[in-house]
């Protein structure tokens, strides 16, 4: 928790400029289950396209291509819109790859789910993956005005040794600058898996 406020907090994006592997713009779901104890909406991974940002990190547009790319996904127009599709309309075309959630490979057989950043059918190279573990999370900023929190967190995380593409596409991964993608606060006891759609800025490296 310590290291991630720190990162965020001393300027993100001049702290990680040597290091970094990609920059890109997340655009997808956050998929949860409703819990029949507690009536609320618990997390069951999520699945969003990634985009490349990295022409247009000096460019002033950058500063809010996540939220522009949220009113997007979100528009009543384009509710058949497939994430793919977001990129484009927002001068980020280019596709890289997906993040997704699998069965944990270091707890397997408990229904444990891990993050995972799939770079290899886009690149055709298997070794441009990373499975992902938290380390710390930070709330999203409180929107301006006064009401619920509709962002989720802001998260690092470390790539899982051996489950890592030989570390070739990133040791460690931050999701920050998130739209959308919190659950409503509470569920009816049988109520069907929900996905919110949301975007992020994920960096790699």
Known sequence: MLRLSA???LSLYALLASALDSTTLGV???????????LTYS???ALASLFDLSCMASKPEFADVQSKAYDIWIAPGDVKASANSIGAKVDAPTLLGYHYFINS???PGTGALSPEWD???RSHDPALFVVGAKVGDLPA???????PKLDVDW???????GYDGLNLLAGEIFRVETVGGQPPSSCKAG???????????????
């Open 141 to 147: 900023p409180p929107p301006s005005d006064p009401g």
């Open 43 to 45: 997390s069951i991974g």
């Open 191 to 205: 109520s069907e898996p929900i996905q919110v759609k949301y975007t992020a800025k994920y960096f790699l490296y």
């Open 7 to 9: 990162i965020l907090t």
């Open 105 to 107: 490979p270091t707890s």
């Open 119 to 121: 770079f290899t059918l």
């Open 28 to 38: 997808g779901y956050q998929n949860y289950t409703c819990s029949s104890t507690t």
């Open 155 to 161: 998260l690092m995380l470390d790539g899982v040794p």
